[in-house]
């Protein structure tokens, strides 16, 4: 099985070095043959440019159907609602309204956000390359990522990026006062936050069946407020709920997941010079729930690792000084939250990410022991848009008669 895996491999990165995108050759297709006997693999390679995550679970599923109508069982391929050509003119037309012009002093404010460096020196584009970058992987057990799935959303009537990005929030700022590259006069961080991109811009739009590179990437200021919730032996359960509050506002406040910033600084002349400040140095990507073991498709089975070429260029440069990938892993004991922290092996040492690291698990596990208290969490503003009250306007109300839930 190891020598087929390695093979495979061999062959999958042939394949990824034939991907001509400029010439329009995007996609190769390696089979496995491991005899009469044994099922094989096909392995898959498309470039980047054609296929997000949530392309490959289409494909997947087509590709299931389509071997289903060749052995004799017709499975037709729902139709295409909206094609990826119409999506594009779509944010073409967009960028240039009233109504998104109108987002673009929320950018730059955002921009403007201290940021200060947290590498001993700048991004360099001809140093910090994919080739020369490095990874550690962390884990956080079921005990406590149940919670943070389930729980702290259910009480604060929140998404689970919300929590995440609090405890992130937590953890950036408290790894930088540690390490003195902090600011004790402002309390938010800034970060670069990856989104799928298929927001439900216009009645029409229906991009559930559509393949290609929707991603959005913009960002935002996360601001927990003051107070330290992270010294050793000490969750402050009020600055937690605090700052779990605030931060589900502040995203709130970002129209369409972020989709404008994109339009703004990329298609729209008359304002994407306003936009050409620095980057955050760190970004973030929550990737979604996923099954450990092979998803089924019937005679298909989705095998997540073996096999699988390079992902990237390794002359590319990168974009962040940390890169944090997170995703949740269902597994027999109970979903476990995987998060993989990629640098410039140059631009830091491998103890200082493992510091954030370390600072996220213990941010995470706050957040989630508060939760699981019974007078944790509560509504915000956004919740309630049919009454103007502000957060301590609610917070009485919810004192006096109840009803955080």
């Known amino acids: 099985a190891a ?40 392995l898959i390679v498309i470039h980047h440019l054609a296929v997000d995550a ?9 590709l299931a159907a389509a071997w289903r109508t060749v052995t004799g069982t017709p499975s037709p391929l729902p139709s295409v609602a909206t094609p990826y050509r119409s999506w594009a003119r779509l944010l073409a037309t967009q960028a240039r309204t009233p109504e998104r012009e109108r987002e673009l002093p929320l950018w730059e404010g955002v921009l403007n956000t201290p940021d200060p460096r947290i590498g001993h020196r700048p991004l360099d584009a001809e140093r910090d390359t ?31 990026d919300d929590v995440l990005l609090t405890a992130l929030a937590l953890a950036i700022r408290a790894w930088r006062e540690d390490r003195g590259t902090g600011r004790t006069d ?13 927001e439900q811009l216009a009645d029409h739009i229906d991009l559930s069946r559509t ?7 913009y960002p935002v200021r996360l601001d927990p407020g003051p107070g330290r919730v992270l010294d050793p032996g000490r969750f402050d359960a009020t600055l ?68 699988q070429p390079r992902s ?36 830091l040492k491998e103890e200082d990410v493992a510091d954030l690291a370390d600072a996220f698990a213990r941010a995470l596990r706050a957040v989630a022991e508060h939760a699981e208290q019974p007078d944790a969490g509560g509504y915000t503003p ?17 004192n006096k008669w109840g009803g955080r839930k």
């Not at 895996?5 to 496995?32: F, K």
């Not at 149940?146 to 702290?152: E, H, I, M, Q, V």
């Not at 974009?319 to 998060?339: F, K, M, Q, S, Y």
Request: net charge negative; hydrophobic share 40%.
């Open 54 to 62: 949530v392309s490959w679970r289409v494909l997947g599923a087509d």
């Open 211 to 217: 393949v290609g590179w929707f991603t959005s990437l």
């Open 3 to 42: 020598a087929a895996t390695a093979a495979l491999a061999e062959a999958g990165e042939q394949a990824r070095a034939r991907l001509r995108p400029a010439d329009g050759h995007v996609i190769e297709a390696v089979w496995g043959d491991a005899g009469p006997a044994t099922p094989g693999r096909l």
């Open 312 to 347: 990237q260029d390794p002359d590319m440069p990168v974009h962040h000084v940390v890169d944090i990938n997170a995703h949740t892993e269902d597994r027999p004991d109970g979903p476990v939250l995987v998060t993989r922290w990629t640098w410039p092996g140059d631009l």
């Open 130 to 160: 994919a080739g020369h970058t490095r990874t550690i992987t962390t884990r956080l057990d079921a005990r406590w990522t149940g919670p943070l799935l389930t729980t702290a959303p259910a009480a604060f009537h929140a998404g689970v």
């Open 186 to 198: 402002d309390t938010a961080v800034l970060v670069d936050l990856e989104g799928h991109g298929r």
């Open 382 to 398: 956004s919740d309630l848009p049919l009454v103007s009250l502000d957060q301590a306007q609610i917070d009485r109300l919810q």
């Open 240 to 307: 937690i709920d605090r700052a779990v509050k605030q931060i589900k506002e502040q995203l709130r406040a970002i129209p369409d997941h972020g989709v404008g910033y994109g339009m703004l600084r990329h298609l729209n002349p008359a304002t994407r010079d306003r936009l050409t400040a620095e980057a955050p140095q760190i970004g973030f990507n929550y990737l979604g729930r996923y099954a450990s073991s092979a998803e089924s498709t019937g005679d298909w089975e989705v095998l997540p690792d073996g096999g």
